[in-house]
C-alpha cells in the first residue's frame, strides 16, 4: 500500500514488475492512465512477456496527466530530462488512455520523442457494451496494444 501512495503522489512512474528492460534501454514504452486502461496494458505486457520473452518492454504508469507537460507550462510537469528517462527518446511508445488520444498529443507536443507517441483511446465507438466489448471497439484492449507493439518495434513486425 506505501508504494502505491508513493506511486498517487508522484504522479507517474515506472512499475518495474511489470517491466522486462531490467533498467537497460527499452524496445518498446507501454504506457497508461486510467483504470480500464491499465489493467489492459498490465495484461498486453503479460502477454508480450510470455510470447516475446526477449522483448525489452517498460511499463510507465501515469497518474498525474499534468506530468507530461513540461516543468516551464505546468508546476507539475516533468523536466524534458525526467520525461525522456521515463518515455526515451527515440523508442515506440504505446501509451493506453481512458480518455480522447488527443488530449495525450496536445499534453506532449514539444516533447523529443512525440512522434512515437501512439496513443489508443476512446473513439466513441461502442454502445451498452461490457467493458472489454467497448475497449475492443475502441483498439484499447490487451490484443490491439500487443498488436501496436508487434507493429512498431521492427524485428517483431519482421517475423511477427
Avoid at 39 to 58: G, W
Avoid at 96 to 103: A, R, W
Avoid at 133 to 140: G, R, T
Amino acid at each position: 500500500m506505501d508504494a502505491a501512495v508513493k506511486h498517487c503522489a508522484k504522479g507517474v512512474g515506472i512499475w518495474n514488475f511489470a517491466s522486462t528492460d531490467e533498467g537497460t534501454e527499452p524496445d518498446v514504452v507501454l504506457a497508461c492512465a486510467g483504470d480500464i486502461a491499465t489493467m489492459e496494458t498490465l495484461a498486453a505486457a503479460s502477454i508480450l512477456r510470455e510470447k516475446f520473452p526477449d522483448l525489452r518492454v517498460r511499463f510507465v504508469n501515469v497518474v498525474d496527466l499534468f506530468k507530461l507537460q513540461g516543468a516551464d507550462e505546468h508546476p507539475h510537469g516533468l523536466t524534458d530530462r525526467d520525461f525522456d528517462s521515463l518515455f526515451t527518446t527515440d523508442r515506440p511508445v504505446i501509451f493506453n488512455f481512458h480518455s480522447y488520444p488527443s488530449l495525450v498529443h496536445k499534453l506532449i507536443y514539444k516533447r523529443t520523442n512525440h512522434d512515437n507517441f501512439h496513443v489508443r483511446g476512446y473513439k466513441e465507438k461502442g454502445n451498452i457494451n461490457t467493458p472489454l466489448e467497448l475497449a475492443i471497439v475502441n483498439e484499447v484492449d490487451r490484443y490491439s496494444l500487443c498488436i501496436q507493439v508487434i507493429d512498431r518495434v521492427h524485428r517483431l513486425s519482421k517475423t511477427g
